[in-house]
């Protein structure tokens, strides 16, 4: 990671866009609300963002939640209420270290 790469949260994830159950893939694509769960060292955030038909789901290395309303393979959410420069600083100080494992849940909440 370098310092230009502020717009990132978590590297190594085992899941990828196209690996999400096809459960979380239709509610999102039936623009159901996405709640990201974010847990390092006993530190959690939640960061919320918004499903859209539009998303395919396809990209096989990385899985992406934006603030903005692009869409591509990777994005699983769009139109984000945070960026990873907006999360709980306790916890980025956490992300931070390469030897914390981070756990990061996916959920849908249908609207």
Request: hydrophobic content about 45%; some cysteine.
């Amino acid at each position: 990671m370098t310092k230009r790469g502020d717009c990132i949260l978590a590297v190594g994830a085992s899941a990828s866009a196209s690996e999400l159950s096809a459960e979380l893939k239709n509610l999102l694509h039936r623009g159901a609300r996405l709640v990201v769960t974010v847990e390092c060292a006993g530190i959690r955030d939640i960061v919320e963002a918004a499903g859209s038909k539009e998303m395919v789901f396809c990209d096989q290395t990385s899985i992406v939640v934006r603030k903005s309303s692009y869409i591509d393979g990777r994005t699983v959410g769009v139109l984000s209420n945070k960026a990873a420069k907006d999360i709980n600083r306790d916890l980025a100080r956490q992300l931070a270290e390469p030897t914390n494992l981070v756990s990061i849940r996916l959920d849908a909440v249908p609207i």
